[in-house]
């Protein structure tokens, strides 16, 4: 018990090396990130949450199975998140469906961030819900759609975003760039509800 | 513990534990990483000897035959540029490439980044192995073990020897009065130089170009007759003399002349300059005045 209590205190990267002796310690790991990879994998690939669920499960099996990979040089948090996201792409090229009618979870905290950014200038006046902007996500290219929810909705970095994606920083940048330039050509393009 | 729906942590750890999911060993990575940066250290490698033979083809008497050759220089280029070794050379680039970027941290560098490092490596890699001679010893390797491989030699000869062009390239066997015996050991064939100018400096074992007109039965009549520079000290393959005796083909005519010549040796101008291009250990030959070569043969050195 006083070991489950000192282990919950320590930092994701200390988990991971205990984790490769005590399947316990993963399981700390897997409750922390629980939510966190199950609303992204929602995100990444417009499914049920059953099938994100069993999707998750998947995911946390393979980083079981190569914890000894996890060497330092990212975050844990990167590293897990690397393996949802190859899990997520590999299943969803898999099933090759798209469900019908379900759209990516926008949040508060997407408008607030993309408001921010000063790349991407939003008009004061511009009535923008949430339908509209999951609209939007959902027309737009799979890259794109992936490096938005990254950076806006799972407030990733940059090198985080590189180490997620295993592209340069430079070419993440340019992607966001690209990305926030077609969001913004479609949210001025919308036909006006 | 609640009683509601398992999370999927704790699925997890049931499914762990009931099928005895084990971590995959670390040395399987650490192997995994070692191989990658073996796999790239050997494309580097491969290319910088790709570029080494890219410098050795490009390198030697290749462009300063191409006017007597006739081309232009673009027609010219295109004929001496070893696009295999170009192609080898990329190839490795891109097998360099691959697997460095698969390194832990390759993929943080951008493309041109890696493409450059690589680019760079390889070319002073190159020049460094063709500096050592490298370059020279895996294209006379390749040409003994790769019937198909054309060495430079061979490239060299494919390039100048055209006698029905008149361009005929060979190693000088024999010099007589007025002829002049050139053996080709790419293509097997002697011919019969005719008309050689005996002012010129020529030695046995020199490789030569010769210009003129051919004739019938492997004879050909000179109007100019080139030495070629020799590749880094040496005319590449040195062509094995064909052991013959020295008065073999004398006439009384000539047999009177290397008389002559004897009696002039004996009294020789000290001031006379040695032909150039002269090896050790060929037989030496002097030049005669009235437009004619003239033999005057001696025993080989003894080494």
């Known amino acids: 018990m006083k070991k489950l209590h000192q282990d919950t205190a320590k930092s994701d990267e200390d ?52 914890i000894n990979s996890f060497d330092g040089t990212q975050s844990f948090s990167s590293w897990i998140y690397r393996i949802a996201h190859n899990t997520t792409i590999s299943q969803w090229r898999k099933a090759k469906a798209r469900p019908q009618g379900n759209a990516v979870d926008v949040d508060e ?31 737009l290219d799979e890259k794109y759609r992936n490096i938005l929810i990254l950076r806006y909705m799972e407030d990733k970095n940059y ?7 295993k592209k340069p920083p430079g070419t993440v940048a340019t992607l966001l760039h690209r990305a926030k330039k077609q969001f913004k050509q479609k949210l001025d393009t919308r036909p006006i509800e | 513990m609640s009683e509601q729906k398992k999370s999927t942590a704790q699925s997890v750890l049931e499914t762990i534990k009931k099928e005895n999911v084990a971590p995959v060993p670390r040395w399987h990575f650490v ?25 050795f083809a490009l390198s030697g008497s290749a462009w300063q035959l191409r006017g007597v050759i006739g081309r232009s220089t673009f027609e010219h280029a295109l004929v ?16 360099a490439d691959y697997a460095l970027r698969h390194t832990k941290k390759g993929y943080r560098y ?19 192995l063709h500096a050592a001679k490298v370059s020279e010893m895996t294209d006379e390797v390749l040409g003994t073990h790769m019937p198909q491989y054309k060495t ?28 002049i015996k050139l053996q080709n050991h790419v293509f097997d064939e002697v011919w019969v130089i005719e008309g050689v100018d005996a002012d010129l400096d020529l030695a046995q074992g020199a490789k030569v170009l010769v210009i003129g007109t051919k004739g019938a039965d492997q004879s050909f009549t000179a109007q100019e007759v080139i030495v070629l520079p020799k590749h880094r000290g040496r005319h590449m393959r040195e062509v094995p003399m064909i052991p013959e005796s020295p008065y073999s083909d004398e006439g009384p005519r000539e047999q009177r002349h290397r008389e002559d010549d004897d009696m002039m040796r004996q009294h020789k101008d000290p001031e006379h300059e040695k032909p150039r291009f002269m090896e050790e250990n060929h037989e030496r030959l002097e030049v005669g005045h009235e437009g004619a070569v003239r033999g005057m043969h001696r025993e080989r050195k003894s080494e």
């Open chain 1, 15 to 66: 988990l991971a090396v205990i984790a490769r002796n005590d399947p316990a310690a993963f399981g700390i790991l897997m409750e922390r990130y629980e939510s966190k990879l199950l609303r992204y994998i929602m995100r990444l690939s417009r499914i049920t949450k059953e099938d994100a669920e069993d999707i998750l499960q998947e995911s946390y099996l393979k980083a079981y199975e190569n």
């Open chain 1, 109 to 139: 905290s997407f408008l607030l961030n993309l408001r921010a950014d000063d790349d991407v200038v939003i008009t004061l006046d511009q009535e923008i819900t949430a339908s509209t902007v999951q609209t939007i996500l959902g027309q």
């Open chain 1, 159 to 165: 090198q985080e975003i590189s180490d997620i994606l």
């Open chain 2, 31 to 55: 192997a995994r990483n070692i191989f990658v940066w073996v796999s790239g250290g050997i494309f580097l490698i491969a290319g910088a000897l790709s570029v080494s033979l890219i410098i």
């Open chain 2, 80 to 95: 001496i540029m070893p696009f295999v070794w170009i192609g080898a050379f990329l190839l490795f680039m891109f097998g």
């Open chain 2, 110 to 128: 951008p493309l041109w980044v890696i493409a450059l490092v690589i680019f760079v490596g390889s070319v002073m890699g190159g020049a460094a």
């Open chain 2, 152 to 179: 430079l030699e061979k490239r060299r000869a494919i390039l100048m020897h055209r006698p029905d062009e008149g361009r005929i390239m060979g190693a000088i066997t024999q010099i007589g009065d007025d002829h």
